[in-house]
């Protein structure tokens, strides 16, 4: 029996799929891959395959919507889905014999009670014509009274059901966020299995750091998740430094590490990465001369010279490198960044390779959404799936060059957004649009790019705003997808604030609005939250989302 593997296009997703690939080469299974980037797309692969296959694997996708009511299955295909988003559809979770969901068991699904939402379709009317025969009239009459009460009872209990069923819907559905990462799932299937490995492990690690990357978990969370690996990290590589086997140049080790919250900048310069990495330069306002001035100080205050600063992180002299992260910390903490490290992961392969997981998040990314050569989707996606594996450097080499370009340009569409007052407050919400023709912007028509990109700009805003209400304000932002087609992405974003949840309300929010001014959108992203917009009906569809959300 072969399986087909339908896998969405983010690094988690990737993560899992790596996983899952090693344990079915362990079990001789035989699978075929698709990706898929949006719903369209696993339509048409379900359609092409479904008469070759009966069992389908939908990694990160699949989970949130009714999958048999948008793919109407034959009765025997059998679905098994590891997908993070959430809320999970109750149709999904209630189906027991062609649904299988891949969750942790402390997972909590706040799944509403099968009763409030279903019920049988009771034969209501039932007949009761037939029981009149030689009684007498006013016998029969009462009797008739008495069953037109019952049956008005009966459909007024109905309707009261009905409007409960939506009401607890709608607070079930009103807000999308995350669970556990789809390649931790994995992994605890291959721990359960006894069957896991190093490997496994470190693409666990990968797809956690994925979801704090793209900022979908909250720190408490992240935290959470980051302890249950260390006890499988300490599990899997608790060798003694002196054996002759932590020498081997074909060995990996992961540990432990209490990092720079700095975007690759043990790849790159530190002055780049400080300027580029989104915590630090929205802390400094680097977009301002003053902001530039701070940076200086900085530097200054941890006495390091510009010419070391400048260079490659591995020409730095060593005297500098060995406590450079307790120097850099303690000077952030006088500048007020008190997060400045971050609890995570790092690998090394053999004597000189070293990767922390933020580095291969970035990477991977990079090379799935890479623009700069034409060619099929597919190939970027199999590219970005080679670099997580070992053997495999120089495409990861290649990734980590590409992701530097991606941060600069992040970061000088958020300076220049700033600086020429892009963020508008609408009321609700913040809005930015990227003009056709801005720098870079063919990178943000790309759906995780431009997610970052949102992130970013939401942060420095915060940062540099004096309006204290804005601060609190989520942000819509809209970059253009298709100029021959008209078509616009736009992503909405949940409020920047310490206490956020990353609960986002703007995948049903964009539902209604397009709904009521029909407006052509395209909800085709696994996330709610990002749609596609013909280009003239942009206006009339933000006046429908301001007026929603006031």
């Known amino acids: 029996q072969r399986v087909l593997l339908l896998v969405a296009s983010d690094v988690d997703a990737l993560c899992a799929c790596k996983i899952l690939q090693a344990l079915f080469q362990c079990d001789h299974v035989q699978y075929t891959l698709v990706p898929v980037s949006g719903w369209q797309e696993l339509e048409t692969a379900f359609l092409e395959h ?100 019952e049956r008005t009872m009966k459909r007024r209990q109905r309707r009261e059901w009905e409007a409960r069923r939506r009401e607890i819907l709608f607070d079930y559905e009103q807000y999308e966020y995350h669970g556990t990462s789809s390649a931790m799932v994995m992994f605890d299937l291959a721990w359960i299995m006894s069957k896991d490995l190093n490997d496994m492990l470190w693409w666990a690690i990968v797809g956690l750091t994925d979801q704090w ?195 600069r340009a992040i970061q000088q569409t958020v300076a220049s957004c700033i600086c020429t007052n892009l963020v508008i407050s609408q009321g609700p919400f913040l809005y930015c649009s990227l003009m056709e023709g801005t720098p870079d912007v063919k990178l943000f028509s790309k759906p995780v790019s431009l997610c970052l990109l949102s992130k970013y700009l939401l942060k420095s805003f915060v940062c540099s705003t004096k309006n204290k209400r804005c601060k609190l304000l989520p942000l819509v932002m809209a970059a253009p997808m298709d100029v021959e087609q008209g078509t616009v992405i736009m992503v909405g974003i949940p409020p920047e604030t310490e206490s956020s949840d990353k609960k986002n309300f703007f995948g049903r929010a964009f539902e209604k609005a397009a709904d009521s001014t029909n407006s052509r959108t395209l909800h085709n992203h696994f996330d709610m939250s990002i749609i596609e917009l013909k280009t003239e009906d942009r206006s009339k569809f933000l006046d429908a989302l301001i007026s929603l959300l006031s």
Not at 67 to 75: K, V
């Open 213 to 407: 990357v793209q900022d979908k978990i909250t720190q408490m969370k992240y935290v959470t998740d980051i302890g249950i690996l260390q006890r499988h990290v300490s599990r899997h590589n608790h060798r003694n430094e002196d054996e002759e086997n932590s020498l081997s140049i074909d060995c990996m080790r992961i540990a432990f590490e209490y990092d720079l919250r700095l975007a690759l900048y043990q790849h790159w310069s530190l002055y780049e990465s400080l300027c580029n990495t989104s915590y630090t330069s929205a802390s400094f306002k680097l977009w301002s001369v003053q902001g530039q001035k701070r940076l200086q100080e900085f530097l200054a205050d941890m006495g390091l010279p510009l010419k070391q600063v400048k260079q490659k992180f591995n020409s730095m002299d060593m005297s500098l490198k060995e406590n450079l992260r307790e120097m850099i910390e303690e000077s952030a903490n006088k500048f007020g960044m008190k997060d400045l490290r971050v609890q995570t992961f790092s690998i090394h392969f053999g004597f000189k390779n070293k990767f922390s997981a933020s580095d291969i998040v970035y990477a991977t990314a990079s090379l799935m959404e890479n623009i700069e050569k034409e060619g099929p989707e597919t190939t970027n996606f199999i590219k970005a799936l080679d670099s997580l594996s070992r053997g495999n450097l120089d495409k990861l080499h290649l990734g980590l060059d590409l992701a530097k370009k991606q941060l």
């Open 50 to 149: 479904k008469d070759q296959f009966k069992y389908f694997v939908l990694i990160n996708c699949g989970a949130n919507v009714d999958l048999l009511e948008i793919l109407q299955p034959e009765e025997d295909t059998l679905f098994f889905v590891c997908d993070s988003h959430r809320p999970i559809n109750v149709v999904n979770v209630y189906n027991d014999t062609q649904i299988k969901l891949l969750v942790k068991q402390d997972d909590d699904l706040d799944v509403p009670a099968y009763d409030d939402i279903f019920r049988d379709e009771e034969d209501e009317e039932e007949d009761s014509e037939n029981e009149s025969d030689g009684s007498e009239p006013s016998e029969k009459r009462r009797r008739f009274e008495e069953d037109v009460i």
